[in-house]
């Protein structure tokens, strides 16, 4: 069963919102941990609601069902909140795998070293704030790609100058096949935001 959720959506205010959950542990739990942050965060987001205050609400409900359950399960979150008006966009990162913006070949890496969502009181979450340009890619990925490190080269020269010439469905193909061409035995998740023009 796969721990793993992705979710797109956007908003009535103009908000275009992409998403990588990864269940901490296996199983059934994992899995449902991750889907519960996806259903809860689409509810709350296509409400309007703010992120920030969002995610302290889905923290302290993870922590509520553990505590109710007996279960200690947690889960990342990976969220990209992208204005449709402006093109600034804020990454929000708790326990999350890196996040590579391509830009006319350049490779920009979003990194955090957070914990995830449900282990602690409040939650650990690091937001990062980018402005992003009609052409720019926004590859994110979960830690079953990356296998857990920081760094992972072979996923950077893959991004670096390829992503426009090979398109979005063939980028995330090659980087499925390459993490599983690691040895990577995790749950693997891609998603590839194309920034298009108005």
Known sequence: MCGDTVNCFSNDNAYFYALVSDGMGS?????FTSRICSIFLEKMLRACNHTDVTLRMLNSFIRSKNSCTGTECSAT????ELDLLSGSASFAKSGAAPTYIVRDGAVFILRSRTLPIGIIRSPDVRVTRSEISAGDTVIMVSDGVTQGREECPWLFDLLRGNVDSLGVERTADLVMKYAKGEGCT?????V??????E
């Open 27 to 31: 199983g059934e739990e994992a899995s």
């Open 77 to 80: 979150v990976d969220l990209m």
């Open 186 to 190: 995790d749950d693997l998740s891609v």
């Open 192 to 197: 590839i935001v194309k920034i298009g023009e």
